[in-house]
Structures are given as structure tokens and as C-alpha cells.
């Protein structure tokens, strides 16, 4: 009963950091939503509406590593600054997008061109959404229907789906990513709960490595590699930052205490 009084409590506390910051309570994603990021364009000249990327649709088939760090989109929305003459020439969107590049044995569509009154010219709206299409969430549930769930984010449960082969992202590109030696996988290790009463929070290297390598981490997010030599706070953390980068919009969300403060008592 205490432990759930306080994981509660815990919820209510992250609830409140997050209506304190904005002055309004955030509303919860729809499933299909959660891990959607709106790309502005950067000229104010634009004709096309912004675009509406979903994070579900790409992490079903690369790492985090492969985006963030081979191809080099930066972890911050709108860091990036992509621009459709970048992706025509390979870079950002169109290092896959790019009309020849395939994803089992399918060619990824091409993501931008100067050609006009061609069907390449109508793939426009399929990143440039004008309103919401209904078919994503229709996309979204089938897909998501026969993977293992988990209560919060978008209802899957990644790391599971991963493990038991339902999914298998790719982290290599040929002509993009660089070859590397295999990880020396360092080990789990605890860090302590700040909050009187909370487990101590379990923190996996080989959870985090299988999707992100060492570079979507070290040195961006977390600037030491050693052990406590990076110091930040839950309220830090609430407010976008260390773990927030990730377990906010697109990991699952930090409502979800018990998967980080897991740790069992001692009862020796």
C-alpha cells in the first residue's frame, strides 16, 4: 500500500512540474500520436503546410543511433533546420528517402523534387499533412495489434517487441553509417532515488545500447561517462533534459515511475 501511495504521488508530482512550467495541464497523447513531431518550415514564404513526423513508423525499423547519430538529425526539434534542397541531395530525409534506396525489398519513396505535375510531386502531402489523416491511426493499430503493450506512451512495449524478434530495427547503412567494433556492453548499475520511500531507479546500458549506441548519450546528453559525474534532477529531467530528451515524447513517459525506480528491497 505505501509503495503505491508513493508511486501516486510520484505521478501527481510530475503532473504538477508540468502544469507549473506551462501554466496549463498538458494533455496526454492519443496512442498514434505519442513520439509525433511537427516540422516547421523554415522560410515564411512557404506553400507547403509543416510536417508531420511519426516517430512509431521509423523506429519500427532503424535505431535511434542510425538517425541521431549516422545521419545526424539532432536530438532537439528544430535543431536540425532540414531544408528540401538538403534532402535532394541526400542528406537528412532523403539519406532513405530518396526513390532508390529499399527497406525490405520495397523502394522508400522519394522525399522531395523539383519536378512538378508528376506522382513525385504527390507524394508531397504524405510528409506535408494538411490536416490529420485517419488512416494513420487505422495504420497505427494494426500494426501495434499483435506486439507486447505497456500502459503509457503509444501502448508498445519496444524494448519486448526487440527482444522477442518482432520487430528488427536496423543499424547500418550501407554509405552511410561507419563500421564499428562490437560494444563492450558495460553492466546495470543503481542510482539513488532522491525522493524518500521510491526504489532506487535501475538503469540498463544494454537496454539503452541496443537502441542507441554510446553516441546518442555520450557526450551530448550525458557529458561524463563515469558514474555521477553528470548531475541533474527530476525537475531536469521533467523539463526536457538527461533522460526527459527521450522519455517525455518518444521512450516511454516518465508517469511510468516503475520503470525506472525498479530496484527490489532488501528484505536480508
Not at 18 to 36: F, H, I
Not at 42 to 52: D, I
Not at 139 to 146: G, I, L, M, Q
Amino acid at each position: 500500500m505505501k509503495k503505491l501511495l508513493i508511486l501516486m504521488f510520484s505521478t501527481f508530482l510530475l503532473a504538477g512540474l508540468a502544469l507549473a512550467q506551462t501554466g496549463v495541464k498538458l494533455k496526454r497523447p492519443k496512442p498514434y500520436e505519442y513520439g509525433t513531431v511537427i516540422i516547421y518550415p523554415s522560410s515564411a514564404n512557404a506553400v507547403l503546410p509543416p510536417v508531420t513526423f511519426d516517430h512509431w513508423v521509423h523506429r519500427a525499423k532503424y535505431t535511434c543511433r542510425l538517425c541521431h547519430a549516422d545521419i545526424g538529425f539532432a536530438m532537439k526539434r528544430g535543431a536540425t533546420e532540414i531544408k528540401a534542397e538538403d534532402n535532394m541531395r541526400g542528406y537528412f530525409c532523403g539519406t532513405c528517402h530518396d526513390g532508390e534506396r529499399e527497406y525490405n525489398g520495397t523502394k522508400i519513396f522519394k522525399a522531395c523534387s523539383k519536378k512538378s505535375a508528376t506522382p513525385e510531386e504527390r507524394q508531397c502531402e504524405r510528409c506535408h499533412q494538411k490536416e490529420k489523416d485517419p488512416a494513420r491511426a487505422d495504420e497505427f493499430f494494426r500494426f501495434s495489434e499483435k506486439l507486447p503493450k505497456e500502459r503509457l506512451g503509444n501502448g508498445i512495449n519496444w524494448e519486448k517487441a526487440e527482444i522477442e524478434g518482432d520487430i528488427k530495427p536496423i543499424d547500418f547503412l550501407e554509405g552511410v553509417s561507419i563500421k564499428r567494433a562490437p560494444m563492450s556492453v558495460q553492466k546495470d548499475f543503481a542510482l539513488e532515488a532522491k525522493m524518500g520511500g521510491l526504489p532506487n531507479i535501475i538503469f540498463s546500458h544494454k537496454k539503452h545500447t541496443v537502441w542507441n549506441g554510446c553516441e546518442v548519450c555520450h557526450p551530448e546528453v550525458f557529458a561524463g561517462v563515469k558514474r555521477g559525474m553528470t548531475k541533474y534532477s527530476m525537475v531536469e529531467i521533467n523539463d526536457g533534459k538527461y533522460c526527459g530528451i527521450c522519455h517525455i515524447s518518444v521512450a516511454f513517459p516518465l508517469h511510468d515511475c516503475q520503470r525506472c525506480h525498479s530496484a527490489k528491497e532488501d528484505k536480508s
